[in-house]
C-alpha cells in the first residue's frame, strides 16, 4: 500500500505519522497521481504546529511533483502520463500516491525535473506574486528580504536582480552571509549579531529601502518598518518566528504613510490560467538561467520529522525536498 504522513494531533515534529493508506480512484474533477519529489515548505510546520489551524486527522504538505495516472470523466486538460506540479490545498502532499482536484495542477514542460518542479512551485509562485502583483519591483530600487538563505529568500534575490533590482538581506547565521551573496544580495546582514535597521540606514546612507519583504514576522516586524522610507510598503507574508503582534496605527503606520499588507499565495493566484502562467513564469526563467536552483537537502518520507526538525532549527541552507 502507498504511503502517507498523516498528523493526528497539533504539536513537534514527533506527530508526523508514516502511514500506509488506500488511495482509491480519482472522481470526475479530480486526477490520481504519483508523487516522485514533495516540496518542504516553512507553511507545513505552521499546519503541523497548529499556528494555521486545520482539521484533524489531516495529511500535510501542500506542493509535489509527479506523474498523472488516471484523471476523472471530467478533466480534459490533463491526461495520464503528464508531468505535473502543485501547490495548494488540500493537505496531503507528503504521500506517495494521492488523489487531487485537477484544477490545483500545472503541466511541467520537458527539461524541469520533478525534483526542481517540487523545490520550486511554492516557492518561486510566492516570488512571483510579491515581486511582480504585490509589490511593482522596479529596477535601479533597493529592497530589504529577511530569511536571505531560506528557501523563497534565494530565489527572491536572484529575480529581483533579474529586473535590475538591490536587495539586501538578513541571515542567522554567518554561514548564510555567503549563500545569500551567492544567490545576489548586494549586502548581508547578520541579524543575530547586528542591529538590521541601524546597517540598512548605514547601507543606504539614511535613506532607507522602499519596501521590506518579511517572512521572519513577530522578531523582525518593528525594525522592518524603521528600514522604511516614507511611504515604504511593509510586506509581511510569514511567520517563521511567530505570529505577529497587533499593530498600532497611529505609532506604527502613519509617522511615515506606510502600506502595510499580509499577503498570501491563493489570493494572487485564484484560477488554473493564472496558475499555469505563474508557474510557467518560473519555468522559463530557469530554462533561461535567470534563476538557479541548488536543492540544499533532500529527505526520504521516513524523515519527515527530521526534515522539520531541521527546518525550524534554522539548520537548513537553502530549498529541501522530501523524495517518497
Ligand atoms: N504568504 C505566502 O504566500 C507565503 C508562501 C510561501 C512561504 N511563505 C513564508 O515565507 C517564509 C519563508 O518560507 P520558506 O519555506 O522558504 O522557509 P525558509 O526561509 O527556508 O526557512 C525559514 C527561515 O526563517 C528564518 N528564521 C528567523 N527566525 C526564525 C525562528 N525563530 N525560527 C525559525 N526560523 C527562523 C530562518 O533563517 P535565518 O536563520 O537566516 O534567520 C529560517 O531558515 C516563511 O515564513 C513562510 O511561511 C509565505
Not at 544580495?185 to 541601524?198: A, C, E, G, L, Q
Not at 493564472?274 to 530554462?287: H, R, V
Amino acid at each position: 500500500m502507498p504511503k502517507s504522513i498523516i498528523i493526528n494531533k497539533n504539536g513537534g515534529p514527533e506527530v508526523l505519522e508514516l502511514r500506509d493508506v488506500k488511495v482509491g480512484s480519482p472522481g470526475p474533477d479530480e486526477i490520481k497521481v504519483t508523487n516522485h519529489a514533495i516540496g518542504l515548505n516553512y507553511i507545513d510546520t505552521y499546519h503541523r504546529s497548529g499556528l494555521y489551524p486545520i482539521k484533524l486527522p489531516s495529511g500535510i504538505g501542500l506542493e509535489a511533483a509527479g506523474k498523472v495516472d488516471e484523471v476523472g470523466s471530467n478533466v480534459t486538460d490533463l491526461n495520464k502520463g503528464d508531468n505535473i506540479a502543485y501547490a495548494s490545498v488540500p493537505l496531503g502532499a507528503y504521500s506517495q500516491e494521492r488523489i487531487i482536484p485537477a484544477k490545483i495542477a500545472v503541466k511541467v514542460p520537458n527539461g524541469i525535473s520533478h525534483e526542481l518542479a517540487a523545490t520550486l512551485m511554492t516557492k518561486g509562485l510566492t516570488t512571483n506574486y510579491l515581486i511582480t502583483k504585490t509589490y511593482k519591483l522596479k529596477a535601479g530600487e533597493t529592497v530589504l528580504f529577511h530569511a536571505a538563505a531560506g528557501g523563497v529568500g534565494q530565489i527572491f534575490a536572484q529575480w529581483a536582480n533579474s529586473i535590475g533590482a538591490k536587495v539586501i538581506g538578513t541571515v542567522g547565521s554567518d554561514e548564510k552571509i555567503k549563500i545569500a551573496e551567492e544567490n545576489g544580495y548586494v549586502s548581508v546582514i547578520n541579524y543575530t549579531k547586528n542591529d538590521f535597521s541601524k546597517e540598512v540606514m548605514k547601507i543606504t546612507k539614511n535613506e532607507g529601502v522602499t519596501a521590506v519583504f518579511d517572512g521572519v514576522g513577530k522578531n523582525t516586524f518593528q525594525k522592518s518598518l524603521a528600514c522604511l522610507k516614507t511611504r515604504g510598503m511593509m510586506i509581511s507574508f510569514g511567520n517563521a518566528s511567530g505570529p505577529l503582534d497587533p499593530v498600532n496605527v497611529p505609532k506604527d503606520i502613519q509617522p511615515k504613510g506606510l502600506y502595510l499588507t499580509r499577503p498570501s499565495i491563493a489570493q494572487y493566484f485564484t484560477n488554473k490560467k493564472e496558475l499555469q502562467a505563474g508557474a510557467d513564469s518560473i519555468f522559463e526563467k530557469i530554462k533561461f538561467g535567470k534563476i538557479k536552483i541548488r536543492i540544499a537537502k533532500k529527505y526520504k518520507l521516513s524523515d519527515a520529522k527530521k526534515a522539520h526538525a531541521d527546518l525550524e532549527s534554522r539548520k537548513l541552507l537553502g530549498p529541501a525536498i522530501i523524495i517518497p
